[in-house]
């Protein structure tokens, strides 16, 4: 399984309580950060450089402590990402490199407000999913690098418009949290009122469910 995620901590707040069922489950985890994060900061003081540094080490931690097998820093600038044929072969070569049969990442066609790295991240990995991961003329120097084509088998799409797949994350919700609470210079230890709103989140994307707590994903079984 592989988790693209645009900024340290977006996967905890997106897939994390689905995350912790996988590496329970014996599953491998991959995390691939594109941003640095380092603009996330409403501290006037913190220096962009210090402020990447210790957002790295908050994934870590969170990753850590939900099993993830692997993490992968490509420590783009935050806010700068394009859809590049540079930023699209990273992601190909690690697609190649790890061999998920599962991709999940950020939706690109959220509507309306949504953060300009996260539509950039979806679309890329979507791209990089397919065709480029599969077809062995595509970047064919990673083929000399020994990494042979690659096809996934599903992408899963958090913050989707349109979720058709709700996983039940209703026994993993608190380490889904204390995931969260890794990231202290983004959620501050999260405090009673930001964990009641996110459970009221996840008792949304449970909805219509036999069960209490989700997390909702747009779901796409790939065709070859």
Request: with cysteine.
């Amino acid at each position: 399984m592989m988790v693209v995620t645009p900024h340290p901590d977006d996967a905890e707040f997106g897939v994390a309580g689905t995350v912790v069922q996988w590496t329970r489950a014996g599953k491998n985890v991959v995390y691939v950060v594109c941003t640095n994060g380092d603009k996330g900061t409403s501290d006037i003081n913190m220096k962009p450089q210090e402020l990447a540094r210790i957002r790295e080490q908050e994934q870590l931690a969170a990753a850590k402590l939900l099993g993830v097998s692997d993490v992968v820093f490509l420590r783009h600038p935050d806010q700068s990402l394009e859809d590049t044929p540079e930023f699209r072969k990273e992601l190909v070569r690690l697609i190649r490199t790890y061999r998920p049969e599962v991709v999940v990442t950020a939706s690109p066609y959220r509507r309306y407000m949504w953060h300009r790295d996260h539509r950039i991240t979806g679309q890329v990995t979507m791209d990089a999913v397919f065709p480029y991961a599969r077809d062995h003329l595509s970047y064919p120097d990673l083929l000399a690098e020994g990494l042979q084509p690659h096809k996934v088998k599903e992408m899963w799409l958090w913050a989707a418009d349109d979720a058709n797949y709700h996983s039940n994350v209703t026994d993993t919700f608190d380490i889904k949290m204390a995931a969260l609470g890794c990231h202290q210079s983004q959620v501050g230890g999260i405090p009673p009122e930001m964990k009641e709103r996110l459970r009221e989140w996840a008792k949304a994307m449970a909805e219509g469910e036999d069960f209490e707590l989700g997390e909702a994903f747009r779901r796409v079984e790939m065709r070859y």
